[in-house]
């Protein structure tokens, strides 16, 4: 299956409930309304152990593809009401505001809302039952679900850089017989701002594999 469009995690690890539970300001009653009601989404805020960087769906599709093909791989992902969430260091989303305000090829980044602290966002939820229908956008689903209780979460530097490759790289649309082989090794501009590293981080996670 595609996991991009189908899959979905039934159950997060206890070490990544722990992690998300970390956001919260009362992780331990976090934890009990997690065992309390494990099926529905929850709302987490921003800018203690996270912040979130939103951004449409296919868009977030393309920055993904472009992390695990030419970076350092990403942190975690969930799918929310069309949206693509990812998961950033604190800190990493004024700054990375500020970073899209400055780069010459920002414009051609759709709007992305960076939320740090002082927002809140709609997590899914921590578990699925195995027979219940794949989730709709309205529920949510994890693409990448946070395993351990400190996973790698990319910087502003590191998501500016995929998200420009990922706007350059996007093509219009068109018909089957107007479409063009595209050259292989194409040039593409690197973005002013500032990168970092890009070697792979020690317990990097990776999408779910397929069902």
């Known amino acids: 299956m595609d996991i991009w469009t189908y ?5 997060l690890t206890q070490a990544g409930e722990a992690w998300l539970a970390s956001a919260s300001e009362y992780p331990r009653s976090m934890r009990a309304l997690w065992e309390a009601r494990p099926w529905t989404p929850a709302v987490l805020p921003c800018g ?6 939103s951004m449409p769906a296919l868009f977030g599709r393309r920055v993904l593809d472009e992390l695990w093909a030419s970076g350092p791989g990403c942190g ?10 990812l998961f950033a260091q604190p800190g990493a989303a004024p700054r990375l505001r500020t970073l899209l305000a400055w780069e010459e090829w920002a414009r051609h980044v759709p709007p992305l809302l960076c939320h740090g602290l002082g927002d809140a966002v709609t997590v899914p939820p921590v578990r699925r ?8 956008p309205a529920d949510g689903r994890w693409i990448v679900a946070p395993d351990s209780r400190e996973p790698w979460l990319p910087g502003a530097g590191v998501l500016l850089w995929a998200c420009v490759r990922a706007a350059r ?43």
Do not use: M, W, Y
């Not at 899959?7 to 159950?11: E, F, K, L, N, P």
């Not at 975690?76 to 969430?85: I, K, N, S, Y």
């Not at 017989?177 to 890009?198: D, F, I, K, M, S």
């Open 7 to 11: 899959q979905s995690v039934a159950s």
């Open 48 to 53: 203690r152990a996270f912040d979130v960087i």
């Open 76 to 85: 975690p992902v969930a799918g929310f009401r069309g949206r693509t969430l």
């Open 129 to 136: 039952a195995v027979d219940q229908p794949e989730p709709g």
């Open 169 to 211: 790289g996007a093509e219009p649309v068109r018909a089957p017989h107007q479409v063009e082989p595209r050259r292989r090794g194409a040039h593409l501009p690197e973005p002013t701002g500032t990168r970092e590293p890009l070697a792979p981080r020690p317990g990097l996670l990776r999408p779910l594999s397929p069902a």
